[in-house]
């Protein structure tokens, strides 16, 4: 919620430095000024809220597999009786063999 307001702050400011610094452009410049900046704050939350959701999920991910229940990933399943969680490279790695999982390619 704070970033919301952030951004609308952020908003607030361009809109004052639009019309009332540049007085000299025209209205065509500066409604192309605003459509570019309403495009680069919806797509500044869009990210935000893709990587929230990203971030949940593998925090979700992690809790699971350290209550030892089985995760499904696209390689097979992973439990912590076979791998390790290496919280640097977000990843499980097998214990016997060299087999590296992405925590992203795993599913809820």
Same mark, same amino acid.
């Given at each position: 919620?704070?970033?919301?307001?952030?951004?609308?702050?952020?908003?607030? +400011?361009? +809109?004052?430095?639009?019309?009332?610094?540049?007085?000299? /452009?025209?209205?065509?410049?500066?409604? =192309?000024?605003?459509?570019?900046?309403? *495009?680069?704050? #919806?797509?500044?939350?869009?990210?935000?809220?893709?990587?929230?959701?990203?971030? /949940?999920?593998? #925090?979700?991910?992690?809790?699971? *597999?350290?209550?030892?229940?089985? =995760? #499904?990933?696209?390689?097979?399943?992973? /439990?912590?009786?076979?791998?390790?969680?290496?919280?640097?490279?977000?990843?499980?790695? /097998?214990?016997?063999?060299?087999? =590296?999982?992405? =925590?992203?390619?795993?599913?809820?």
């Amino acid at each position: 919620m704070i970033k919301f307001f952030l951004y609308f702050l952020i908003f607030l +400011l361009f +809109l004052f430095f639009i019309f009332t610094l540049n007085k000299k /452009s025209s209205l065509k410049f500066k409604l =192309i000024y605003l459509f570019f900046f309403i *495009f680069l704050i #919806v797509f500044a939350v869009w990210f935000e809220h893709k990587n929230l959701k990203q971030d /949940s999920k593998v #925090v979700f991910l992690i809790e699971k *597999f350290n209550h030892g229940e089985n =995760i #499904v990933c696209k390689e097979g399943n992973v /439990s912590n009786k076979f791998f390790n969680y290496e919280s640097g490279t977000q990843s499980f790695v /097998s214990k016997k063999d060299n087999l =590296i999982i992405d =925590i992203r390619k795993c599913e809820l």
